[in-house]
Each structure stands twice: as structure tokens, then as C-alpha cells.
């Protein structure tokens, strides 16, 4: 575990930069791990975060949704959501955006992309002109209310050739019940979090132990 005293989570904004928002709650981390296998080069680039006070589910801003039960689909479009800049080199997005994206298959990911791993999946707008830009690292990928993967990075922004890679979630999910299983003496909520710059406003998470939930925050 990494402990981290400068990380503070805020959840129930959808305005970036609107901290005086009523439905607004921070929370101090009191704990941070990352996989065994996470490096530099964005492999595993995927980590669990414990709370000092879980966060309340009674707000109306804080929702929650499904983890994977199976492997996602390829050939299917699925959801981002986001507060990456608008364009390449342009301005942060005030509100969280979303697009819709194609999960490609391992096989076309592989041709497309130098570096690529099992743990790893990429997709891409149909248009071509959108796609996951510069802060959107972390954000979900969903379907049918369930989190498949998270941005782990994009190549360009709206490349009409070159997907963003995402990590599996599905593909983490022993990990992180393992992680929850050898922290859960002090019956604190454990949260997936992915390491990006912009303000937390969306909370998604599902029960998969016993009397825990599991949060999915993008920051």
C-alpha cells in the first residue's frame, strides 16, 4: 500500500471546477495500491484507493454501476465519459462530455499498436473526428450500466487512424477482490481510481464482497 496524504477525493460535481456545489463531498485517501505488474509504460495502469469515510450514497450525484461479469464484446459501441480537452492543444471541458466508441477485436489492436497486452483493449469513434483527448485518462468505459475499462491512454485526440487503449477491468477483477479481501479489517470502502488531473464528479462502483462496496471514481 502507497500512503498518500496530498490526494483528496471530490465527488457530486458534473461542473469540473464547481466546488460550491450543495451535492458536493470530499473525502482524504488513506491508502493507495497499485498491481504488481503496473509500470511506467501504462501496463495494469489500474489502482484501488481506501477512504478515511466512505461516501454517501444518498446523493443524488453519486450513482453507481455494475463491474464485468465477462469479457467485454469487441464489435460493439460503448460509452466514455469524460473532462479531456475539447480538441488537441485546446481548453478543458467545463462539464462532463461523453462519446460513443467501437471496441476492436485483440487481434486488430495488436496491428494497429506497437505495445499492446492482454490486459489492454482499444477502440475508436466511427467518425473518426472524436475520440478520448488529452485529461480523459481514467475515464470509464461502459456499457448496459457496467464498467468494461478505463482510459489508460489515447494516441492523438480524434485520430482517425489510431484507437485509445483502455485497461480490462474485467481482466483486474481478482486483483481487486484480493486487495479488498486483505484490507477489510477496518471495514473501510476501497475505490478503483485512475491516475488523472482533472476533479472527481463521477462515482460509479458494485458490491462484489460481503458488506463492501467497490467505488469507481474518475479524477
Same mark, same amino acid.
Given at each position: ?139 470509464? &468505459? +461502459?456499457? #448496459?450500466?457496467?464498467?468494461? =475499462?478505463?482510459?489508460? $491512454?489515447? @494516441? ?46 463521477? &462515482? +460509479?462502483? #458494485?458490491?462484489?464482497?460481503? =458488506?463492501?462496496?467497490? $467505488?469507481? @471514481?474518475?479524477?
Amino acid at each position: 500500500m502507497h500512503r498518500n496524504r496530498f490526494v483528496v477525493i471530490v465527488a457530486g460535481n458534473f461542473i469540473r471546477l464547481d466546488y460550491r456545489n450543495k451535492y458536493t463531498v470530499n473525502r482524504t485517501v488513506k491508502g493507495i495500491f497499485v498491481p504488481d505488474g503496473f509500470t511506467a509504460e501504462n501496463t495494469h495502469n489500474i489502482a484501488l484507493i481506501k477512504l478515511a469515510k466512505s461516501l454517501p450514497l444518498d446523493n443524488p450525484n453519486v450513482g453507481v454501476i455494475n463491474l464485468p461479469k465477462a469479457e467485454p464484446k469487441p464489435g460493439l459501441n460503448y460509452t466514455v465519459l469524460g473532462w479531456g480537452r475539447m480538441m488537441k492543444d485546446g481548453f478543458m471541458s467545463s462539464q462532463i462530455m461523453s462519446i460513443d466508441v467501437e471496441l476492436f477485436s485483440q487481434e486488430s489492436c495488436e496491428e494497429m499498436l506497437n505495445t499492446f497486452i492482454d490486459e489492454m483493449m482499444c477502440a475508436r469513434n466511427k467518425n473518426g473526428d472524436q475520440n478520448a483527448c488529452a485529461g480523459d485518462t481514467g475515464s470509464p &468505459l +461502459i456499457l #448496459n450500466e457496467t464498467v468494461y =475499462g478505463v482510459v489508460s $491512454y489515447r @494516441i492523438g485526440c480524434g485520430s482517425e487512424i489510431l484507437p485509445t487503449v483502455y485497461t480490462n477491468v474485467f481482466m483486474h477483477l481478482k486483483w481487486i477482490e484480493d486487495v479488498m479481501k486483505k484490507n477489510s479489517a477496518n471495514h473501510l470502502k476501497p475505490l478503483i481510481m485512475f491516475p488523472i488531473i482533472t476533479p472527481i464528479v463521477l &462515482l +460509479i462502483g #458494485n458490491k462484489i464482497l460481503k =458488506g463492501f462496496r467497490l $467505488y469507481l @471514481i474518475t479524477i
